[in-house]
């Protein structure tokens, strides 16, 4: 193959976005001038939401935090906002009443992961998956082992459900017939940092009155997050159910590294699924991705799905791709 002097000018930035330290030959002078050429950092986030949590990200990273600082920060954004009905201590409760969170991290640089699921009354659970990642040497907590082990740690405790989230619970029991399946999201926000790293996570109170027990995909790795540091790293959102089983987040990240754009690899995933599972609309699966050259884009199962970049240059929300309805095949289908 012969290098044009274009492409080889544009593989030499990204040579020197990667950073000194993935290329140990490199001359102190190379090395030097790669650290005036950092990677401008990139963050995307799920929905019009993540925005505020972007911009957090942004903030932290420009002042000189890491990674991991500005995904666990940012996504404090969306856990303290208690209008946001599911994230956080704002979450819908279980069918019993009781708030029970998802969230995890993950780091590119050691390929490092730690994440809670069903986690009861703490305020920031992307915290507590980020102390399971450094402090301990698992993978994942659940359930009141979980609890203890943020307590612990000190982190902060705080009232759920709201005041209001119980008024609209007592509401749903008393009309068990409505279907209160379409009431849910996740904050997934992740990142291309300066240091030319990826990494990414995830929160949220998953399905709105899910069973007491209930774990999504956002704790799930590979299955709502996966970050894999020489290809990219993406999230998901929707109905849980139909990421979890297909490893959702890791098949996009797999798309990425046989070539696909990230746009093209949400796609990919989301046509894959719904070849296995043609359920039209019900599908409700969505996929954010952004790869280690700074590419990023989403998709999913129906039109609008809406999610926020975040770069120094811009902050906007944008709306993914979205597979034809003929892909989705018929409304119907398999459960859930
Ligand atoms: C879950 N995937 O618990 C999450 C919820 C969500 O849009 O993202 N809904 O299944």
Not at 9 to 18: G, I, K
Not at 225 to 234: F, I, P, S, T
């Amino acid at each position: 193959m012969v290098t044009t002097r274009r492409q080889f000018l544009q593989d030499s930035s990204v040579f020197l976005s990667v950073g000194a330290a993935a290329w140990p030959w490199m001359t102190s002078e190379a090395k030097e001038k790669s650290m005036l050429n950092k990677t401008s950092p990139v963050i995307v986030s799920t929905w019009p939401f993540g925005k505020a949590s972007n911009d957090e990200a942004l903030r932290i990273l420009q002042q000189g935090g890491s990674g991991l600082d500005a995904v666990e920060k940012g996504i404090w954004v969306t856990e303290n906002d208690l209008s946001n009905s599911s994230v956080g201590a704002g979450g819908m409760p279980n069918a019993m009443g009781v708030v029970q969170l998802d969230s995890c991290i993950m780091s590119g640089p050691g390929h490092k992961a730690g994440s809670v699921a069903a986690i009861e009354g703490i305020r920031h659970p992307i915290s507590a998956a980020r102390r399971v990642m450094e402090k301990t040497r698992h993978v994942m907590l659940v359930g009141a082992g979980a609890r203890e082990f943020a307590l612990k740690e000190g982190l902060e405790v705080a009232e759920m459900p709201t005041e209001g989230r119980r008024r609209e619970w007592l509401q749903w029991k008393a009309e068990q017939e409505k279907s209160a399946a379409k009431n849910h999201d996740t904050i997934a926000l992740i990142l291309l940092a300066p240091d030319g790293h990826l990494y990414g996570g995830c929160s949220t109170s998953g399905w709105a009155y899910k069973l007491p027990g209930r774990v999504g995909d956002s704790p799930i790795i590979g299955g709502g997050l996966y970050v894999d540091d020489e290809v990219g790293a993406a999230g998901a959102t929707g109905i849980g159910e139909n990421v979890m089983r297909y490893c959702g987040s890791f098949q996009v990240v797999s798309f990425m590294q046989r070539g696909a754009t990230p746009t093209e690899a949400c796609l990919e995933t989301v046509k894959a699924i719904a070849r296995k599972d043609p359920k039209g609309a019900d599908l409700s699966i969505n996929f954010i991705a952004v790869d280690k050259k700074g590419r990023y884009g989403a998709a999913g199962s129906a039109q609008g799905f809406s999610y926020s970049v975040t770069t120094p240059k811009f902050s906007q929300v944008e709306t993914g791709r979205a597979i034809s309805t003929k892909e989705l095949g018929p409304v119907g289908g398999n459960r859930p």
